[in-house]
């Protein structure tokens, strides 16, 4: 069966980086992109940003572009989400998920991730 598990979240100070991993199995990973999501308490689940099939073209929210950087490894078949100049408004669970198509919408990805926690403090 299909599995994505992230890894890669903690706690961090504002000002620092993480790089948050999403190892995919059970599907070909290359017919995928890859997108990423994040859920603060409260709050609807929100488009992070995406990756296309091969790499090659990159697509962020507002309030993440400049400082995160999504990238991936079809050999390896995962995607990261590099998150430099974090705030503690990017406190959230984050997620992984994939999709036959391009979407920024929740609706639009096949297969999620259980989520990882990233915590920045003040």
């Known amino acids: 069966q299909v599995q994505l598990v992230e890894s890669g979240g903690g706690l961090v100070q504002a000002g620092g980086s993480l790089r948050l991993s999403c190892a995919a199995s059970?599907?070909?990973?290359?017919?995928?992109?890859v997108g990423w999501f994040r859920q603060a308490p409260g709050k609807e689940r929100e488009f992070v940003g995406r990756v296309e099939r091969s790499g090659s073209s990159t697509y962020y929210a507002d309030s993440v572009k400049g400082r995160f950087t999504i990238s991936r490894d079809n050999a390896k078949n995962t995607g990261y989400l590099q998150m430099n100049s974090l705030k503690p408004g990017d406190t959230a669970v984050y997620y992984c998920?994939?999709?036959?198509?391009?979407?920024?919408?929740?609706?639009?990805?096949?297969?999620w991730g259980q989520g990882t926690q990233v915590t920045v403090s003040s």
């Open positions: 059970g599907l070909t990973f290359s017919n995928y992109a």
């Open positions: 998920a994939v999709s036959r198509v391009l979407s920024t919408a929740v609706r639009g990805y096949d297969y």
